[in-house]
DNA sequence: CTGAAAGCGCTAACAC
DNA sequence: GTGTTAGCGCTTTCAG
């Protein structure tokens, strides 16, 4: 068994409530009876049970992750800035996954709740505003990525509407003047954001992006593989495409290819999600926004953090992104926030 | 505040140990007071705190889940199957990233100490023998995927052995007879193992994978695409490649076609690690070999359970990989454990 | 400066 | 059947 404070009180040769204080360094000593306390901790290996002290504490010091529909390309980078958000107050993370289910989602909060978290972040791979977790939790909630429908509720996600503007500035800075966007299906509030994005963007430009030059499909290679040649088919001017994601520009790169066009002299490309792993294999690479999304953990950990002390920001906020620039479409980036590396994060796959 | 066992007692009018016995339906009592202590625990969304229990009970039914080297591709899959052999025990997760950072990896085994989870499982990106997380641990480690060095230590991973075999018997069913091999480094283990296997099963069928036909380099695409072409350069007559990941493999189809070579008629090929976003949209798609890191999971969080509950098996269990069919290498499987679908979890990205 | 005592929320013997 | 008591490991008044 584990030694107890009571060991190292017994073996100190002092009572239980003086090597509490001893060890927390609380309330008034000689300093020798502190350091023998100490050293006797040491030497027996003693290591406080903080279950037992989150029993008088209250806190825990433990806040739950509950991921709505599995692990996706987008979990580690988030969890990787949550996780060192919350480390600088010496939280750890309980991880629950929903897949999808009420019930399972359902049955996540009560265990959580049995735990006595300090708080919960939710997320889930769409940016879509969704339905809350629960009312009346008995901690405070962050929404991450994923938004919640309650206005009163705390949400952080992406600034799809940013990312939108950036890729087609930075088509515009190459040169591009006929512009389309090849993208997934317009029930996600991420690709009708980013269209809205583009166009706010081309019209400061005195460009346009008519309807008849966005293509919404699934989000896959196959979609911009066949689709960007019927584009060019239809509109053989396009001279720039903003792709919404990385898969679909893989597609697109390659569509172009097919048909003899060179990328990006002929047409430039632009992807989103920066998933390093494809967009840099393309041939030629394809710049892609990035969606910060270490920092957005990041943001999400503090403003929980902030949540639990009592300083709660109802609200969506939305983060900026960033463009990382590769040969598809090498453009000086103006004042634009440019993408540089992973920093602190063992990169992709 | 949440209700305590004593607020349920109170209202209830009955002890505390009775309320407590009548919630754990413990004991015996008369039916109607037992009724009464359950409607009123409803009643005020009385939420027994697990922490608390723990205290006594000495088990947290909670698990650490310490990655050395970050969240990658396989860890969602891993994840899952995790997740659901400990559901099983009602066990809880708790995640920790050490980042290659042995100071945090130390850390966060002190963290898990102190909050006494039942048992700890150690995964990696390597399948190489590791050193061992601590000694003399209170409580039980598993190593999923990565093993330990130390064989007095419980390790379950895959058998990249068989994985190589499966891969090249794929090859030989197709009609191959000249087969090469492009892969990554030979500094992990999961490479040299792969060629191993894939010999073994070679020379079953009269047929061998002499060095010159195996190629070592990053495991990327780019590998992929200029090794493929040397490669047909020096040895035209090479019908079938086993690649090392589909990352090479997508590498080398894309080669093949540029040399004018069709897959699979002149050249077929197998992947490994069943990457579906990649694998499935390679032209043609990438038949590859699936580490079932889902039930890799399970296994290892059934072990830990087991282990818990006093049962230990050292040593190194490794788990056999399926075949997943696809155009580029159109053979029947025979006796083969096929691939067919990522079952209960959301897939890829 | 140090320690006895009470209590955090819950469980488990053992009385009544 | 139900309640009293003690105790899990730790913190925190408050006396001494």
Redesign the interface.
């Known amino acids: 068994m584990?030694p107890t404070i009571r060991d190292i009180a017994r073996v100190a040769g002092v009572s239980v409530a003086t090597a509490s204080k001893g060890l927390n360094g609380k309330g008034r000593m000689r300093p020798e009876t502190r350091e023998r306390i100490v050293q006797t901790a040491r030497d027996l290996g003693f290591?406080?049970?903080?279950?037992?002290r989150?029993?008088t504490s209250g806190r825990?010091y433990?806040v739950g992750?509950l991921t709505r529909?599995?692990?996706?390309?987008?979990?580690?980078a988030l969890?990787?800035g949550v996780?060192d958000a919350l480390s600088a107050d010496?939280c750890?993370?309980?991880?629950?996954?929903a897949?999808?289910d009420a019930v399972r989602e359902r049955h996540y909060i009560?265990?959580l709740?049995?735990?006595?978290v300090d708080g919960l972040i939710v997320t889930g791979r769409e940016t879509d505003p969704a339905p809350r977790v629960g009312r009346d939790l008995?901690f405070p909630v962050v929404y991450a990525y994923t938004v919640s429908a309650d206005p009163a509720d705390t949400s952080v996600t992406v600034d799809d509407e940013h990312g939108g503007r950036l890729a087609v500035r930075q088509l515009a800075r190459y040169g591009c003047r006929r512009i389309a966007h090849l993208t997934g299906p317009p029930s996600y509030a991420a690709v009708r954001d980013r269209v809205t994005g583009a166009r706010a963007a081309l019209a400061e430009e005195s460009l346009d992006l008519p309807d008849s030059r966005v293509v919404y499909g699934p989000f896959?290679?196959?979609m911009g593989?066949t689709h960007v040649r019927r584009l060019l088919e239809r509109d053989p001017e396009i001279d720039g495409i903003f792709c919404g994601n990385d898969?679909i520009a893989?597609?697109a790169a390659?569509g172009l290819a097919a048909i003899g066009r060179r990328v990006p002299d002929d047409v430039a490309l632009v992807g989103f999600d920066n998933?390093t792993?494809?967009a840099a294999?393309t041939?030629p690479a394809v710049a892609s926004v990035d969606m910060n999304l270490y920092r957005l953990g990041r943001v999400v950990g503090e403003t929980l953090l902030a949540s639990i002390d009592g300083t709660v920001t109802p609200g969506i906020s939305r983060l900026p992104c960033s463009i990382a620039v590769r040969a598809s479409c090498p453009a000086p980036t103006g004042d634009d926030p440019v993408w540089t590396s992973d920093a602190?994060?063992?990169p992709?796959?």
Request: hydrophobic letters at 35%; charged letters at 30%.
């Open positions: 584990a290591r406080p049970n903080r279950n037992a989150s029993l825990t433990t992750l529909n599995g692990y996706g390309r987008f979990t580690p969890l990787g996780e010496t750890s993370l309980l991880l629950c996954d897949r999808r009560d265990a709740a049995a735990r006595r008995p896959s290679e196959e593989f898969q893989r597609g390659d998933w792993l494809l294999s041939r602190p994060l063992v992709d796959a």
